[in-house]
């Protein structure tokens, strides 16, 4: 799908997309498909966060608003501070973003905030388990990539971008299977092992 | 303040108020700041999860359209499925829920839905701190009461408030002071003391 003005209405449309019952089969569907699968399942508690958004105006119910309940009529979309879903697992405070691209031979670091990658830096130094999840979309290859081995890329590295190499070689590939959709829990349960 | 309607439209006029600058003195301020201490000091890292908003339509930029961002034209608020704040202190997972009740001598439990009930003890049973911070406005009294306590009362007592005495034996009050406003770490440190 494409919009005029480029990236923040495609990142909307999928916004506004998931929230009409996670239609397509996207990295986010994917996701939330296996957080509900672990949540059912009472394996892990972790969670999307809403996207938040900036109220202007609403509508109270009166005599002209009959639906009963209060309608927003105006609003804006506003960048998350953090990252999109947190949780636990296993008593570990659990933290990541997910991104998608369409980037075949590196991941562009534009994708992510400077806030959201001072946030897991943050939340690994408090004991956390922080990482991002970025599937190579024409790969058809999905990664874990630890928030320690991201902040060491970017700590040392001026490149604009992660090749893939640097994924081949640091990150986890995520086993794609029924269920759940992405088993990336599985990942967690090997470095938890090791430590 | 006071809209026609109810407890949902108080409810938003406090969601509009804060997100208008957390203006006003309430819980949700005191707690905000106080997050907001900790996370400026490295302390933890907690954070409200934004209000979820169900969005049936919006205005793409365009000619008539000029402001040149996503206009969202009519949206709906929708319960939270978990608690407001969630995050890390201490390399645990902390989770919960703040409310506010301006009886006298029993909080009433129709503030809290089941559904955050049960997200509770799906915390607690996972290792997670999961509690309630609970305000008697006027008797100027701020409790911490652990989900472990919550529960035991939901699952033994068929009542529809818990009376204050609960609070006074179970539960914690929280300290206000100067910086941070609410230091309710300051009972987890405690708890994690003890533990």
Redesign the interface.
């Known amino acids: 799908m494409k919009?005029?003005?480029g990236k923040?209405?495609e990142n909307?449309a999928k916004?506004?997309n998931t929230?009409y019952k996670n239609r397509g089969s996207n990295l986010e569907n994917d996701i939330n498909i296996s957080n509900k699968y672990y949540?059912d399942h009472?394996i892990?508690?972790i969670?999307k966060?809403?996207?938040?958004?900036?109220?202007n105006k609403?509508d109270?119910?009166?005599k002209q608003n009959k639906i009963g309940?209060?309608?927003?009529?105006?609003?804006?979309?506003e960048s998350?501070?953090?990252t999109d879903y947190?949780?636990?697992?296993?008593?570990?405070?659990i933290?990541f973003e997910a991104k998608e691209t369409n980037n075949k031979t590196s991941f562009p670091l534009e994708n992510i905030h400077k806030h959201q990658v001072d946030?897991l830096k943050?939340?690994t130094?408090?004991?956390?388990i922080g990482f991002v999840i970025v599937r190579f979309h024409q790969l058809r290859i999905t990664y874990l990539l630890l928030a320690e081995d991201l902040l060491s890329f970017i700590e040392s590295e001026k490149r604009s971008s992660i090749p893939l190499t640097y994924f081949e070689k640091k990150a986890y590939s995520i086993e794609e299977k029924y269920l759940p959709r992405l088993d990336y829990l599985k990942i967690i349960d090997q470095l938890l092992e090791v430590a």
């Open positions: 919009y005029p003005g923040i209405i909307t916004i506004i929230s949540i009472k892990a508690f969670y966060k809403p996207t938040p958004i900036k109220i609403v109270y119910p009166t309940k209060i309608v927003i009529t105006e609003a804006y979309f998350p501070s953090t947190n949780g636990i697992y296993k008593g570990k405070y933290d946030h943050n939340i130094s408090c004991g956390g």
